[in-house]
């Protein structure tokens, strides 16, 4: 079970090898090690750090500090309330969106999926700049219109406050809420809404009591999704919180690292993130567990749509206002910031230029290397990530057992790391021999990697679920190996499933700024950070120009993955 | 024992004055010129606004063709810690760094980071004080942090004139300011106005609901943009390019003295890129460099043949607090700290 074999009888596997040899243990053990490696070393430095003091010595005064001093309790608590209120609002927000567009009859809920999926796509950091410009109390865009109409001099809404920070985060955490409850209202079998239904209850009594509980699980878990994002976000406090006067955990940790850095106090104050959100995901495995059992079998027919009536189109358009706040208003501002000299001025043809395109493109030396790096670090780490955890999940559905859980385990346990947690402890782990990679793209690439390890695997095991071995086990009696199998058979009839989670890892990798802001340096900065910067000092016109390019890119890039997909997905070629 | 400490104490002291005596000048010469262009680029670290720096890379590359200017822009503190991790990790990026800390460079040549590099005019022409005599450092640019207002929100005699007036309840909730944890400019002047108006005005001012931005070059943008009318502290080059592009904006000198910051430039010992970051260096002080940084960048100027353009208040006619960047390198985690707990970011 040693690494090298492992790795160069894959590397040359292409189904010619002698039936009699089993590969697969050697693969699992080589990627066994690799995640161990992976996923321990940075934790086990940061624990080295937080129980340490600066000179190497066993101390518990790092923690003494973090309950003691007002600096940091003030911003803990701060986090916690945060996350606490995303979480409900978020839920409030989802669980009726989620509703119309899959359990009822609600135009246009293809647009509406799509759009919420382009939410997703939005980095929150972006989001959070957009909403500067669109409701800074004095200057924002929503303020100045608000002052006109109402003759006021009083701010409609100030988006430099506490509450500000909660909606913004809200607006991009609701889509995961969303994507959780809809794929359980999905689910939920027609039967069950049938016999109530025959048995005289009114359309509003079987949504209360049926549906709602059978989506209450889905809907704690979509809700401790969202606690978990808001916990950990690390953009949008820094972009709204500090120009409030307060600290979130995340910032703070980020400020420890102002020179002189004290990594063993950020290493300290990282630790409770990271136990909150084992607790957590604990607790949600045993939701989820829960629901599984109310929907299993649920084979008969498809969700019944409910008749909305009148209702039809003042639902529908709810649900468009209900989007302006992640999408149509933060686009527009961003479009607008982008053309205009002052980013939220009055708009107007004289106002109009292309200053900041110009600087973006032509002046701004740092504009291509970040646009090179996002993208490679994009395509190689979603490439990888694909491959590496296609590799578990085959192995995990394939060969079970004992060894298989473990994999899984490790391959899901990144989700209980916060971005900025991994960030310290990366940093931590390759600042010092024997591999030292800070200041190059690969330790943005493990990064990044881990991060996004647990969501693609998801997809990946999801895709092999649906997956029946029969195929496989005609190819292996017929005399391929077990590696050629994969790649003859398998492979081709997962690449749907596939497509989707290297786009997912694409996405993941392009909104990410947490970890990359603690881990790149000049050489190696991604649009991420560089957009973080120019927030810092108040560029928002090349923000504007930066961000639009970014998405139109990444919007292109997932449109042509899915092109080949589509392409591909001509069954007779992919069995044959 | 004791004879032996005054022997070698004698001898450092005659090293040093040796040293000072005799530290080497150097001119742009064809040779300088051709071992830069063979290294084909000079990797840049400076906190000055990302605009100004971009403009001073543009005019170096066209003069000398074939040597990138990779420009890497970031707040002076943000910049200080970014570098020191860069070198606790044996990464040596950098090869020239501009600072609007001068602490910053106490700490470099303490650490032996800086090669000296003394360009020929420094010594000739810039006033004594303004570089290391050892030509670790030398002061590239100087800029004042002041206060400004929005001229279409504030009338003029409305306009506060000192430190004092924005501790008026009329201010409240109308005033932004930089950080001292980002910006190098913004911690020079907090440790200044410290020193001069005490902590307390700090400990007042922080009760008048300031907006609290990060670098010094974001208060202007804020102020023009009307999202607060007055800024507390902030770059006066910003505010000259963004008044002499006709935004409503009108700089104030505080009647106790505006901060004074000189932005000093060194070479790294360990540059990648040691010609090419000479070459810039000494390009850096010509009289063709400053004007253009004076002129395109508002930028104050310490070489004496430069010609202030019009209609921006000569240094000579402002009251200046007095630089210090000795103290400010022995207190800057003072200053942090005592910030924090006013102003709780």
């Excluded at chain 1, 243990?25 to 940061?46: C, N, Q, Y």
């Excluded at chain 1, 649906?466 to 690449?495: N, Q």
């Excluded at chain 2, 420009?71 to 600072?99: C, L, P, T």
Aim: glycine residues 8%; charged residues 15%; contains cysteine.
């Amino acid at each position: 079970m040693t690494a090298t074999p492992a790795l160069k009888s894959f590397a040359t596997a292409d189904g010619r090898h002698p039936a009699g040899i089993d590969l697969s243990a050697g693969v699992l053990g080589a990627i066994f090690l690799f995640l161990a490696a992976l996923v321990g070393l940075p934790l086990l430095w940061l624990a080295v750090f937080a129980f340490t003091n600066a000179k190497g010595m066993p101390t518990l005064a790092n923690f003494g500090d973090l309950v003691s001093d007002p600096d940091l309790l003030d911003p803990l608590i701060t986090t916690f309330s945060l996350a606490a209120l995303v979480a409900v609002f978020a839920a409030i927000s989802a669980a009726p969106l989620a509703w119309l567009v899959s359990r009822t009859n609600l135009p246009g809920r293809r647009i509406v999926r799509a759009l919420l999926t382009a939410s997703f796509v939005t980095p929150p950091f972006l989001g959070a700049i957009s909403w500067e410009i669109l409701a800074a109390p004095n200057s924002g865009i929503l303020n100045r219109l608000w002052r006109e109409m109402s003759g006021g001099t009083e701010a409609l809404f100030d988006i430099y406050t506490f509450s500000g920070l909660v909606f913004v985060v809200t607006c991009y955490t609701a889509p995961y809420v969303f994507v959780v409850l809809s794929n359980a209202l999905d689910r939920i079998p027609a039967d069950l809404e049938d016999a109530a239904g025959i048995l005289g209850a009114s359309r509003w009594r079987v949504v209360r009591a049926i549906t709602l509980p059978l989506a209450l699980p889905a809907l704690l878990a979509g809700a401790l999704v969202a606690f978990l994002q808001a916990m950990t976000l690390f953009g949008s406090p820094a972009i709204l919180a500090i120009p409030a006067g307060f600290h979130t955990i995340t910032t703070k940790i980020y400020s420890l690292f102002q020179f002189p850095p004290k990594p063993e106090v950020a290493a300290a104050a990282a630790l409770p993130l990271l136990i909150v959100t084992m607790l957590l995901l604990f607790m949600q495995s045993r939701l989820l567990g829960r629901r599984g059992y109310a929907v299993v079998g649920g084979k008969s027919g498809e969700a019944r749509l409910m008749a909305l009536g009148i209702w039809r189109w003042p639902a529908f358009a709810l649900v468009m206002m209900v989007l302006a706040l992640p999408l149509f208003l933060p686009y527009g501002a961003l479009l607008k910031a982008a053309f205009s000299r002052v980013p939220a001025g009055p708009l107007d043809l004289a106002s109009l230029t292309l200053t900041h395109v110009n600087f973006v493109f032509i002046e701004f030396s740092q504009t291509r290397r970040a646009f090179a790096n996002t993208f490679i670090l994009a395509l190689g780490t979603a490439s990888a990530g694909t491959i590496l955890t296609l590799l578990i999940a085959y192995m995990v559905a394939r060969q079970g057992g004992r060894a298989g859980r473990l994999l899984e385990a490790l391959a899901s346990a990144p989700l209980a790391i916060p971005g900025i947690v991994l960030g310290v402890g990366l940093f931590l782990a390759y600042t010092r021999g024997p591999l030292v990679l800070y200041g190059t793209l690969w330790i943005l690439f493990f990064a990044f990697l881990t991060i996004e390890l647990p969501v693609a695997y998801q997809q990946m095991r999801a895709s092999f679920r649906g997956l029946h071995p029969e195929l496989e086990e005609a190819s292996r009696v017929l005399g391929a190996t077990r590696l050629g199998t994969l790649r003859r058979i398998t492979a081709p009839l997962l690449k749907s499933g596939v497509i989707a989670g290297w786009c997912l890892i694409f996405i993941g990798v392009v909104r990410e700024l947490s970890a990359a802001v603690i881990l790149s340096s000049q050489n190696t900065k991604v649009l991420s950070v560089v957009i973080f910067d120019l927030n810092e000092s108040g560029d928002l016109g090349a923000i504007a120009v930066i961000g639009v390019t970014m998405l139109l890119l990444t919007f292109a890039i997932i449109g042509f993955a899915n092109w080949i997909a589509g392409v591909g997905a001509d069954p007779r070629r992919a069995v044959g | 024992m004791i004879n032996g400490l005054c022997r070698s104490l004698a001898l450092l002291i005659a090293m040093t004055m040796a040293a000072q005596a005799q530290t080497p000048t150097y001119k742009i010469t064809p040779e300088l010129e051709e071992a830069a262009r063979k290294e084909g680029k000079v990797v840049y670290y400076t906190s000055i606004e990302v605009k100004v720096a971009e403009e001073l890379a543009k005019a170096f590359e066209k003069k000398y063709p074939g040597i990138d200017v990779v420009v890497e822009r970031n707040g002076a503190e943000r910049q200080f810690s970014k570098i020191g991790q860069e070198y606790s990790s044996k990464i040596y990026n950098v090869d020239i760094v501009n600072s609007s800390d001068a602490a910053h460079f106490i700490f470099w040549k303490r650490e032996g980071w800086l090669a000296s590099a003394l360009p020929d005019d420094v010594q000739k022409l810039y006033p004594a004080g303004s570089f290391d005599p050892e030509g670790y450092f030398a002061a590239m640019r100087s800029s004042l942090s002041v206060i400004a207002y929005n001229t279409s929100l504030v009338e003029a005699k409305d306009a506060p004139k000192s430190f004092a007036d924005l501790l008026d309840p009329k201010w409240q909730g109308k005033l932004v300011k930089a950080h001292p944890g980002y910006s190098g400019t913004i911690l020079t002047a907090t440790f200044q106005m410290a020193r001069d108006l005490g902590w307390s005005y700090f400990e007042k001012l922080a009760s008048q609901q300031v907006m609290q931005v990060q670098s010094s070059t974001d208060p202007p943008r804020k102020v023009i943009a009307g999202e607060r009318p007055v800024m507390i502290d902030g770059n006066e080059y910003n505010v000259f390019l963004e008044k002499e592009r006709g935004a409503p904006i009108e700089v104030v000198y505080p009647s106790e003295g505006t901060p004074l910051v000189i932005g000093p430039t060194g070479v790294m010992k360990n540059a990648q890129h040691p010609n090419a970051a000479r070459l810039f260096h000494a390009w850096s002080f010509t009289l063709e460099a400053q004007q253009l940084m004076v002129d395109k960048g508002g930028l104050r100027s310490l070489r004496p043949d430069i010609k202030e353009p019009h209609g921006r208040k000569p240094l000579s006619e402002i009251k200046l607090m007095k630089d210090d960047p000795v103290s400010v390198d022995s207190q800057v985690g003072d200053i942090k700290k005592r910030y924090l707990r006013y102003f709780k970011t």
